[in-house]
Every structure is written in structure tokens, then in C-alpha cells.
């Protein structure tokens, strides 16, 4: 009578356990020494068994949590840090393409001027100081192209991290239904062991 009191108590324990595990798998790999992947097959290989099912110890359990909360952190962290390059990128580029703008209509201006003209207070040859603004300006583009292309590296990074991001919770959703449709079929069982007992 107390056995049969005491598998039930027992099962559930061990229901909860096997869930967490199963929830926390579908989460995220941490870059750390071993891989999420690690943590789970050595803590189900390290745990007791009882009957067919794993017995694990809290402490474990606990750690493989707080393994799993770093690495959801750090890849939050991570699309917080991208997302704020992008911006700041976003508004280089644009002061950038002002600066190319306006550069372009003082040359504008210029070509339209003498031979003879006032460069910072000095007259200089208009060869001369075509020269030094053609310069300034591909100076600005290649500054463009570079900024554009960081942008367009951290864009990338970033659609990857995001995509990354909806594969693990689609894979989290999967497991979650797994689980819980091992969870009725146990609980199934253990009714209908329950019941033969009776």
C-alpha cells in the first residue's frame, strides 16, 4: 500500500525532471568548454536509474539551468550589441553621404570659376585644386563603402542570429509537444498500472 502511495510521488518527480531536461535542450548551445548538447548527455549518463526512468540530482539540474540562462544572455546580449552597430552605422553613412553631397556641389561651384582660384586663402591652379578635392572625395567614398559594407556584414550577422533564433524555438516548440505527449502517454501507463493494480 505505501509502495504503490510512493511510485506515483515518485514518477511525477521524475516526470518533471525528464520535462526540464527536454525544455532546456531545445534552447541555446553555450560556446563555453562543452556544448548544451554535452551538459545534457553527461548529466543523463552521470544520473541514477530508477526502473526505466533517470533520477537526477538537483545541483545538476540547477547548473545545466543556469548554463542555459548564460547562453539565452549572451546571444541577447550579442543582438542588443549588433542591432546598436547597425545603428550607429546607419548614421555614419548618412553624415558621410551629406559630407559626399555637399563636397560635390562645392566642386560644382568651382568648375564654374576661374583658372585662378582661393584655396584656404591661397590662389592656387585649378588642376591643383581639383587634385586635392577629387582626393578629399574618394578619401569619402572609400569611407562610404567601407561603412557600408561593415553595415551590410553586421545586417547579415544579424538576419543569421535571428534566424538561429526562430530555428531554436521551433525546435523548442517540437520538443515541447514531444514532451508533453510523453508525458500523457506516462501518465497513461501509470493509470492504467494503477488500475490492474486496484
Same mark, same amino acid.
Not at 560556446?31 to 556544448?35: G, K, L, S, V, Y
Not at 545603428?87 to 555614419?92: G, S, V
Not at 551590410?152 to 547579415?156: C, G, I, L
Not at 517540437?174 to 514532451?179: A, D, F, N, P, T
Given at each position: ?5 510512493? !511510485?506515483?510521488?515518485m514518477?511525477?518527480?521524475i516526470?518533471?525532471f525528464?520535462s ?5 535542450n531545445?534552447?541555446f548551445?553555450q560556446?563555453?568548454?562543452? #556544448?548544451i548538447?554535452?551538459q545534457f548527455?553527461?548529466?543523463?549518463e552521470k544520473?541514477?536509474?530508477?526502473? *526505466? ?9 540547477n547548473?545545466l539551468r543556469?548554463n542555459?540562462?548564460?547562453s ?6 550579442k543582438?542588443?550589441?549588433?542591432n546598436s552597430?547597425i $545603428? *550607429?552605422? *546607419?548614421?555614419?553613412i548618412?553624415a558621410v553621404?551629406?559630407?559626399l553631397k555637399? #563636397?560635390q556641389?562645392n566642386?560644382?561651384?568651382? /568648375?564654374?570659376?576661374?583658372d585662378?582660384m582661393s584655396?584656404?586663402?591661397?590662389? #592656387?591652379k585649378?588642376?591643383?585644386y581639383n ?7 574618394g578619401?569619402?567614398l572609400?569611407i562610404l563603402?567601407?561603412?557600408?559594407y561593415?553595415y $551590410?556584414?553586421?545586417?547579415?550577422i544579424?538576419?543569421e542570429?535571428?534566424? $538561429?533564433l526562430s530555428e531554436? *524555438?521551433?525546435?523548442?516548440d ?6 508533453l505527449? /510523453? !508525458?500523457?502517454?506516462?501518465?497513461? $501507463?501509470?493509470?492504467d498500472?494503477?488500475n490492474?493494480?486496484?
Open positions: 500500500m505505501v509502495s504503490n502511495y510512493i !511510485q506515483p510521488i514518477f511525477k518527480k516526470v518533471f525528464a526540464i531536461i527536454l525544455f532546456s531545445a534552447l548551445s560556446e563555453n568548454d562543452n #556544448t548538447k554535452d548527455n553527461s548529466v543523463i544520473s541514477n536509474s530508477y526502473q *526505466e526512468f533517470k533520477v537526477i540530482e538537483k545541483t545538476k539540474i547548473k543556469k542555459i540562462l548564460d539565452v544572455t549572451v546571444l541577447e546580449q543582438i542588443i550589441d549588433a552597430k $545603428k *550607429e552605422q *546607419e548614421n555614419t548618412i553621404s551629406n559630407d555637399s #563636397t556641389e566642386l560644382t561651384v568651382s /568648375q564654374g570659376k576661374e585662378g584655396f584656404f586663402g591661397i590662389n #592656387t585649378k588642376t591643383t587634385l586635392v578635392l577629387w582626393s578629399i572625395i578619401a569619402l572609400f563603402i567601407l561603412l557600408f561593415k $551590410k556584414n553586421s545586417h547579415s544579424t538576419k542570429t535571428k534566424l $538561429k531554436i *524555438e521551433d525546435e523548442f517540437v520538443h515541447r509537444k514531444k514532451s505527449e /510523453q !508525458q500523457q502517454q506516462l501518465s497513461r $501507463k501509470l493509470q498500472e494503477l490492474k493494480n486496484k
